[in-house]
Nanobody, 119 residues
């Protein structure tokens, strides 16, 4: 059983910062890519940032220069540092991890953590 547990969400004023964490636990030998997605009310879930096991990253254009994704492989944990937050960043943020499964990978998701940015 693989579990992803997120923490760090909350309410912050525009221009503020938050740091999200996601710890992966369970019977896993390794983790491939890890990422953060978000879903605002009435909108589809979208990629925010993603990081490979080797440390390569990619970001949504809307968060480039403001958000930083990182990971601690020893702790099976991924982080999202969010600076200069804007009301448009308000959403439920979900952690994702690709874990080896058979000949491929299986995606696991966290339960989501609410981020609310007030103007």
């Amino acid at each position: 059983q693989v579990q992803l547990v997120e923490s760090g969400g909350g309410l912050v004023q525009a221009g503020g910062s938050l740091r999200l964490s996601c710890a992966v636990s369970g019977s896993i030998s390794s983790i491939n890519a890890m990422g953060w997605y978000r879903q605002a009310p009435g909108k589809q879930r979208e990629l925010v940032a993603r990081i490979t096991s080797g440390g390569s990253t990619n970001y949504a254009d809307s968060v480039k220069g403001r958000f930083t994704i990182s990971r601690d492989n020893a702790k099976n944990t991924v982080y999202l540092q969010m600076n200069s937050l804007e009301p448009e960043d308000t959403a439920v943020y979900y952690c994702n991890a690709d874990v080896p499964y058979g000949l491929g990978y299986r995606a696991y998701w966290g339960q989501g953590t609410q981020v609310t940015v007030s103007s």
